[in-house]
């Protein structure tokens, strides 16, 4: 059973900074390709960055350069390190797969950037 545990989220000023952890079980993690998503008051949820099994990264357009993922094999984990943080990244932030979701959602991490 796949289980995503994300967590470090907080309340920060702009221009700060939070990093973001998940923990995955139940899956073949140095094999899979994982994903930051993010969901905002109102919006869609929408893909943040991703990581595949091999360490390549990308970013949305709105992030780039301010965000970065990374991920430990060993320990199961991925990471987004956010700096720089902007209003607008106030969302409840959630790890997966990438590109296919992974069957189940954990249950996020609040981000809430005041101005």
């Known amino acids: 059973q796949v289980q995503l545990v994300e967590s470090g989220g907080g309340l920060v000023q702009a221009g700060g900074s939070l990093r973001l952890s998940c923990a995955a079980s139940?899956?073949?993690?140095?094999?899979?390709?994982m994903g930051w998503y993010r969901r905002a008051p109102g919006k869609q949820r929408e893909l943040v960055a991703h990581?595949?099994?091999?360490?390549?990264?990308n970013y949305a357009d709105s992030v780039k350069g301010r965000f970065t993922i990374s991920r430990d094999n060993a320990a199961h984990a991925v990471y987004l390190q956010m700096n720089n943080l902007k209003p607008e990244d106030t969302a409840v932030y959630y790890c997966?797969?990438?590109?296919?979701?992974?069957?189940?959602w954990g249950q996020g991490t609040q981000v809430t950037v005041s101005s």
């Open positions: 139940g899956i073949t993690f140095s094999i899979t390709a």
């Open positions: 997966n797969g990438w590109p296919g979701y992974l069957g189940s």
């Open positions: 990581i595949t099994s091999g360490g390549v990264t």
